[in-house]
T-cell receptor, first 115, second 117 residues
Framework: AQSVTQLDSQVPVFEEAPVELRCNYS??????LFWYVQYPNQGLQLLLK??????LVESINGFEAEFNKSQTSFHLRKPSVHISDTAEYFC?????????????FGQGTTLQVKP | EAGVAQSPRYKIIEKRQSVAFWCNPI?????LYWYQQILGQGPKLLIQ????????DSQLPKDRFSAERLKGVDSTLKIQPAKLEDSAVYLC???????????????FGPGTRLTVL
């Protein structure tokens, strides 16, 4: 069975500062990895995903995450955050050999960007 | 393209009452998911449909929860009777995922926030 741990429940940061949201997973099989973002009063949206190939994946709004198999991590980073990045971020995994695409989510990290 | 629609957005009931949630997935999406998101936790899959068949309902409390997806399009999730611990946001998601696909993006609706008093 897979599990996901997001190490920080809240991350306060000032605007234009860099940020890292940490995610570690546990699995006995190979996995796909995802980051979802949930803006206030909205549904979850896919931010980026790692399926295979390059271990560094990027989103269209400046976020990136790196798959580290040896450390079983998939940390999310942004070099300079904006007020509009304030949201809840969820890391998720799915078993790569599964036919269902079932996602296992972490408990979420609230990113609070201050002016 | 219209997104995943859910209704109602908010619902307040008393314990032991019944409640139903409705979800309309993105047109053409074969797979539909219902998740439960308790405050302070990540979403947890309750049930997954592939067209109108159940793929995974291992975490659905079947003594009180039921779900159906007639005609492989809309879906309803029902709780009867509700308990205090059912207070949560219920999220519906859909994906194009066909039988052998497992990497399709899941698109989420805005959710229904249920409060059980």
């Amino acid at each position: 069975a897979q599990s996901v741990t997001q190490l920080d429940s809240q991350v306060p940061v000032f605007e234009e500062a860099p940020v890292e949201l940490r995610c570690n997973y546990s699995s006995s099989v190979s996995v796909y990895l995802f980051w979802y973002v949930q803006y206030p009063n909205q549904g979850l949206q896919l931010l980026l995903k790692y399926l295979s190939g390059s271990t560094l994946v990027e989103s269209i709004n400046g976020f990136e995450a790196e798959f580290n198999k040896s450390q079983t991590s998939f940390h999310l980073r942004k070099p300079s955050v904006h007020i509009s990045d304030t949201a809840e971020y969820f890391c998720a995994v799915s078993e790569s050999s599964s036919n269902t695409g079932k996602l296992i989510f972490g408990q979420g990290t609230t990113l609070q960007v201050k002016p | 393209e219209a997104g995943v629609a859910q209704s109602p957005r908010y619902k307040i009931i008393e314990k032991r009452q019944s409640v139903a949630f409705w979800c309309n997935p993105i047109s053409g999406h074969a797979t539909l998911y219902w998740y439960q998101q308790i405050l302070g936790q990540g979403p947890k899959l309750l049930i997954q449909f592939q067209n109108n068949g159940v793929v995974d309902d291992s975490q659905l409390p079947k003594d009180r929860f039921s779900a159906e997806r007639l005609k492989g399009v809309d879906s309803t999730l029902k709780i009867q009777p509700a308990k205090l611990e059912d207070s949560a946001v219920y999220l519906c998601a859909s994906s194009q995922q066909r039988l052998a696909g497992r990497t399709d993006t899941q698109y989420f609706g805005p959710g229904t926030r249920l409060t059980v008093l």
